[in-house]
């Protein structure tokens, strides 16, 4: 007999199983063995060719890539799935971050819509480089808790043709608006805090999602110049325009930084002393360039509170720079701003979600060529990963004898979560049917090589977005004019 907690955690991961065979249409006995197979495979997923040796995948290897490359998977319902499940809370408050991880596949010349993926080198800024890939676009709930267990709600694939500000845009509304539908926020609720890091433009999603129930907070550059709110007016009897902003602030030049409104000084055990600075209503000074080239008329004043964080060390005891960060809240008190800052330092934790989608269940490891094929791995590997969340409180620590001893009240880590699955899954059952016997077909004949040619595809951007109000109206295309008889 499981206690209550695990009754609980046992009918929720239950009825996850349930909607989660309701969502494959079509090859959903494949789709939901080969599921299995990844949560109860002895160590690191390799290939998926491997996982159909286990003994939860009751198939052949070719139902495995059927699935994957013919299977049906409705992805729409799957997010309505996730973002039903419980949703860890700050104080009451769902927080959400967003981050792009990709796929790489250099060699796969074959494969469409790869696009230059940006790796980041162990010798810092100089050894970055761009390797062709799919990259993915992900939507997850942040914990509370310093752990390495975030729930990831959306997935998107950006393609050559896709802006990645509207794509991210339309990704949270998407994901906010099923939050809202699915009873997770209510009128009366505090707003969902999406936190990003650097790479993002927080003001544009900011103005973009402002009818939603949302704060928007993202990290800034250091070589960023804004802009002040405009200083009270006074009378002039030359006339003129009032002002409009105020003075520059420049994060680079201390000599540009007024008086801050919002000082706050904390001690913490993992960075020492935090101290944060904050101004209020500090906007930029927007452009029609860039994100904004599309808008007609007067550009937004798009204001919200600075943030400047500096604390004495990093984990390590490494050296700390400090970071700006921007919120779309005006009118933060003390607790607001420490409340941003360390709900931007969990954002971190979705690296250890890339980390293990990667190394532990193998999400970058099939040689897939169809990007769609890719889209349905991807929402596999995010079942398996919501499986093992909902398994948490019903594992046992199955650890081996020369690793460390879990310390009483420490959270298990999604490995040795999905080291004791397999001694779940028996008692959760499987909605996916008995394969029915059948014979291996014959396959090509030794010696005759493939007729088909693949086609090649390049890399890269297919379409350029313009860069001035000229480009942009003379890009569009021109209205036919009436022709008239005479």
Not at 6 to 25: H, I, T, V
Not at 56 to 76: Q, W
Not at 273 to 280: G, I, N, Y
Request: one cysteine or more.
């Amino acid at each position: 007999m499981q206690p209550v907690g695990g009754r609980e955690a046992f009918a929720e991961l239950s009825r996850f199983r349930a909607g989660l065979y309701g969502c494959l249409a079509r090859r959903a006995d494949a789709f939901f063995e080969l599921t299995d197979a990844l949560l109860c495979a002895d160590g690191p997923a390799r290939t998926p060719v491997e996982l159909s040796l286990t003994a939860e995948h009751r198939r052949g290897y070719g139902s495995l890539y059927a699935a994957l490359n013919n299977g049906r998977l409705d992805a729409d319902r799957l997010r309505d799935l996730l973002v039903s499940l419980p949703l860890p809370r700050f104080d009451g408050r769902i927080v959400l971050t967003v981050d792009v991880s990709p796929w790489l596949r250099p060699d796969a010349a074959c494969s469409p819509e790869r696009l230059f993926c940006l790796v980041h080198g162990r010798n810092g800024r100089s050894s970055d480089h761009v390797v062709p890939g799919w990259p993915y676009s992900f939507v997850a709930a942040l914990t509370p808790d310093r752990t390495s267990w975030t729930q990831v709600l959306d997935t998107v694939r950006l393609g050559p043709a896709d802006d990645t500000a509207v794509v991210t845009a339309r990704q949270l509304r998407a994901v906010v608006e099923r939050l809202i539908t699915a009873g997770q926020w209510r009128v009366g609720d505090r707003k969902i805090l999406i936190v990003m890091d650097a790479g993002y433009d927080p003001m544009r999603l900011a103005h973009v999602l402002s009818d939603l129930p949302v704060e928007v907070a993202g990290r800034l550059r250091s070589d960023r110049v804004l802009r002040l709110a405009k200083p009270a007016y006074v009378y002039d009897p030359k006339g003129g325009r009032p002002p409009k902003h105020g003075p520059r602030f420049k994060l680079a030049d201390p000599a540009t930084w007024p008086q801050p409104t919002v000082l706050t000084r904390n001690d913490t055990a993992r960075y020492g002393k935090a101290e944060t600075q904050a101004w209020d209503r500090v906007h930029p000074l927007l452009t029609h360039r860039s994100a904004w080239i599309d808008d007609n008329g007067e550009l937004p004043l798009v204001e919200g509170t600075l943030l400047h964080l500096k604390v004495d060390h990093l984990p390590g005891d490494r050296d700390a720079p400090p970071i700006w960060l921007w919120s779309s809240a005006i009118g933060a008190d003390a607790e607001h701003v420490d409340f941003v800052w360390s709900c931007y330092l969990r954002r971190f934790d979705l690296e250890h979600t890339f980390r293990l989608f990667k190394q532990t269940l193998g999400w970058a490891r099939p040689r897939l060529r169809s990007p769609e094929a890719a889209d349905r791995w991807t929402w596999l590997i995010i079942a398996a990963h919501t499986q093992l969340r909902l398994a948490l409180p019903l594992a046992v620590d199955q650890r081996k004898p020369w690793e460390k001893t879990s310390r009483p009240g420490t959270t298990l880590t999604p490995t040795r979560v999905r080291r004791g699955f397999r001694n779940i899954r028996p008692h959760l059952g499987s909605p996916a049917r008995a394969p029915k016997p059948s014979r291996p077909g014959p396959g090509r004949p030794p010696g005759i090589p493939n007729r088909h040619r693949p086609a090649r595809h390049d890399v890269g951007k297919t379409v350029k977005r313009p860069e001035t109000l000229i480009e942009r109206d003379r890009n569009r295309p021109q209205r036919s004019q009436p022709q008239y008889r005479e």
